[in-house]
């Protein structure tokens, strides 16, 4: 159910923080590459993914009719907003119990 990117860079930016301290340079950059992964897993894959479902929904329609023949294409859905957040809660609490450890 939770998304695994976002449990991973999560867990990632924890223990950066911890080891290195919120203001090191290294924690910015991982803080960076979460968002760009948070944004993957919600956004751009999501809308690539309804994207292909549309698409093969056309190409079905126009198979039926006749007018050419369709391969389906891959629909990769992307996660939900839930997927994420519980990924990343999920991954910071990992994080958290391996730094402390």
């Known amino acids: 159910m939770p998304s695994a990117h976002s449990a991973?860079?999560?867990?990632l930016c924890t223990s950066i923080g911890f080891r290195s301290g919120i203001d090191s340079d290294i924690f910015i950059l991982a803080?960076?590459?979460f968002f760009v992964t948070i944004r993957d897993a919600l956004g751009?894959?999501?809308a690539s993914g309804i994207q292909a479902?549309?698409?093969?929904?056309?190409g079905k329609t126009l198979e039926e009719k006749k007018i050419f023949s369709y391969q389906q294409i891959k629909?990769?859905?992307g996660h939900t907003p839930l997927e994420v957040i519980v990924g990343c809660l999920l991954g910071f609490f990992?994080?958290?119990a391996f730094s402390v450890l």
Do not use: D, M, T, Y
């Open 8 to 11: 991973l860079v999560s867990a």
């Open 31 to 33: 803080v960076c590459f």
């Open 44 to 46: 751009v894959r999501r």
């Open 53 to 58: 479902k549309k698409l093969n929904e056309i």
């Open 75 to 77: 629909e990769v859905l």
């Open 94 to 96: 990992i994080g958290l």
